[in-house]
């Protein structure tokens, strides 16, 4: 995904022994700004039967910090998430050499 001239969004979908069950991509978007609505996300999650997933993005600028879009999505994906018994794990962002976790930073 590092190589991609736009945001690309994907889910990675465990299932609840941790065990990917797919990799959908959920949105393509422009050069540094992506639609992501939770009904789009979690409905790939609800059809897979997935206990829990992980959200990663790229970011084509080469700076994985994110920005506020980032944080305020994530921040609503968590809370849609638990609505629907769907754990959301991490949400990573990547670019170039370096990455960004949301768990590692305690935001998640």
Do not use: W
């Not at 009904?39 to 609800?46: C, D, G, H, L, T």
């Not at 920005?67 to 609503?76: A, C, G, H, V, Y």
């Not at 809370?79 to 370096?98: C, P, Q, Y």
Request: charged share 30%; aromatic share 6%; glycine share 4%.
């Amino acid at each position: 995904m590092v190589d991609k001239k736009k945001e690309h969004f994907l889910a990675v979908l465990m299932d609840t022994r941790n065990q990917c069950i797919g990799i959908p991509k959920i949105s393509i978007g422009s050069l540094n700004a992506n639609i992501v609505h939770p009904r789009e996300v979690f409905k790939e999650a609800i059809s897979s039967s997935a206990a829990s997933c992980i959200f990663v993005h790229n970011h084509p600028s080469g700076d994985p910090e994110p920005s506020e879009d980032d944080l305020e999505i994530t921040k609503r994906l968590v809370e849609a998430g638990k609505i629907l018994g769907i754990e959301v794990t991490d949400h990573i962002i990547v670019a170039k050499n370096r990455f960004f976790s949301f768990k590692e930073k305690k935001l998640i």
